[in-house]
Antibody
């Protein structure tokens, strides 16, 4: 059974750093892209970026480039999303999801399995 | 970057109605278009990819069509469990932008 299990909810202060995780199982982790999607409270889905764990090829949305870092450790089938200095505006639910096909060129695939989401709250 | 615009932003329909949601890309994206359903408080779910291919396990009342810049998601006979927000997403090249969403309610 394909599963993406994300790390638990976080409450942080502005300026703090954070790294959340997404562990894949039940499929070949290195053959499928993992994407990250933000959903601010009461708002729509925003595509942040995507990584191919096989070679760590990563693409970012211009809106998130420089604001977050996406990485992966294929030895433990885990992808990460991290911030070096959180802002209150980073408060949101963050989802990881895998591409529906293997070996999508440039990550050009839809997202079929999603993690349960990680709620990040940034407040002083 | 290519923008994705959905219409309407919200709609209310009766059980059994045929419902159509439209997604327009600001430039051509061939058939690199997916539709997702997000029920309140739940994780998004892939319904359709490649503009018209039904994801495994999705009821056949859902269908997608279109190519280039104009796409539609159709629910042939609306059911109470279809209450959700629906998003299109383009994925021909990064960034893989989502539409703003269409909230569907039962009248």
């Amino acid at each position: 059974e394909v599963q993406l299990v994300q790390s638990g909810a976080e409450v942080k202060k502005p300026g703090e750093s954070l790294k959340i995780s997404c562990k894949g199982s039940g499929y070949s982790f290195t053959s499928y892209w993992i994407g990250w999607v933000r959903q601010m409270p009461g708002k729509g889905l925003e595509w942040m970026g995507i990584i191919y764990p096989g070679d760590s090829d990563t693409r970012y949305s211009p809106s998130f480039q420089g604001q977050v870092t996406i990485s992966a450790d294929k030895s433990i089938s885990t992808a990460y999303l991290q911030w070096s200095s959180l802002k209150a505006s980073d408060t949101a639910m963050y989802y990881c999801a895998k591409s529906n096909l293997a070996y999508c060129s440039g990550g050009s695939c839809s997202l079929d399995y999603w993690g349960q989401g990680t709620l990040v709250t940034v407040s002083s | 970057d290519i923008q994705m615009t959905q219409s309407p932003s919200s709609l209310s329909a009766s059980v059994g109605d045929r419902v159509t949601i439209t997604c327009r890309a600001s430039q051509g994206i061939s058939n690199y278009l997916a539709w997702y359903q997000q029920k309140p408080g739940k994780v998004p779910k892939l319904l359709i990819y490649a503009a018209s291919t039904l994801q495994s396990g999705v009821p056949s009342r859902f269908s997608g069509s279109g190519s280039g810049t104009d796409f539609t998601l159709t629910i042939s006979s609306l059911q109470p469990e279809d209450v959700a927000t629906y998003y299109c997403q383009k994925y021909n090249s990064a960034p893989f932008t989502f539409g703003q969403g269409t909230r569907l309610e039962i009248k």
